[in-house]
């Protein structure tokens, strides 16, 4: 089944521990992106990828890393996280960066205490 | 400033109603637009997907329309049913082709 999967599904850590949220995806898509979901605020764009070792910046980058190593792995990484980093979070690919549906995982709630 | 404008917020209709949710992009150049639902804690599933080249499309009850000039674009549900319960989000594609600028949704509530 083609999907997108994100791990873990729900999170609560505390200030400063460094953590990791894996997206994998299994259609071979060459673009990836990261968003951010807050009440008010709708989705945000933390950072993207148009293929294998090109990554940049989004809206909302700041406090954020992402690495690109693989096709089909874009984890998320939080090297410090703080309070305003509790967010719902979701990974996305397409085939490429335009023209094409966008497929999202299922979300991975976190929370920063 | 890129922006999407959902209106109604929320909306609550009975089984078999016809309805229209409106999004509104201040973008005067974009790529594509799509119209996604999503379901209480859980992600995005991509409804339908108009290029900036096509006026419309249409997926079994679902009918999306675009128009570039005046930066709007509908989705027309027909026959409405409780399964279509959930929020409705437009994005569209600006030209810089890297990211979707999203709507903060239309909440739909269809009882029987």
């Known amino acids: 089944e083609a999907q997108v999967t994100q791990n873990p599904r729900y999170l609560i850590t505390v200030t400063g521990k460094k953590l990791t949220v894996t997206c994998s995806q299994n259609?071979?898509?060459?673009?990836m992106s990261w968003y951010r979901q807050d009440p008010g605020l709708g989705l945000r764009q933390i950072y993207y990828?148009?293929?294998?070792?090109?990554?940049d910046k989004g809206d909302v980058p700041e406090g954020y890393k992402v690495s690109r190593k693989e096709k089909r792995n874009f984890p998320l990484i939080l090297e410090s996280p703080s309070p305003n980093q509790t967010s719902l979070y979701f990974c996305?690919?397409?085939?490429?960066?335009?023209?094409?549906?966008?497929?999202f995982g299922s979300g991975t709630q976190l929370s920063v205490l | 400033k890129q922006e999407v404008t959902q209106i109604p917020a929320a909306l609550s209709v009975p089984e078999g109603e016809n309805l229209v949710l409106n999004c509104s992009f201040t973008?005067?150049?974009?790529?594509?637009l799509q119209w996604f639902r999503q379901d209480p804690g859980k992600g995005l599933t991509s409804l339908l997907l108009?290029?900036?080249?096509?006026r419309e499309q249409t997926s079994g009850r679902l009918n999306a329309s675009l128009d570039k000039s005046s930066g709007r674009s509908t989705l027309y549900i027909a026959a409405s049913q409780p399964g279509d319960s959930a929020t409705y989000l437009c994005?569209?594609?600006?030209?810089?082709?890297?990211?979707?600028?999203f709507g903060k949704g239309t909440t739909l509530s269809v009882s029987s």
């Open positions: 996305a690919s397409s085939l490429v960066a335009t023209n094409e549906k966008l497929f």
């Open positions: 259609m071979n898509h060459e673009y």
């Open positions: 990828s148009m293929n294998v070792e090109v990554t």
């Open positions: 973008d005067s150049a974009i790529y594509n």
């Open positions: 108009i290029q900036s080249s096509q």
């Open positions: 994005a569209y594609l600006g030209q810089a082709g890297t990211a979707l600028i």
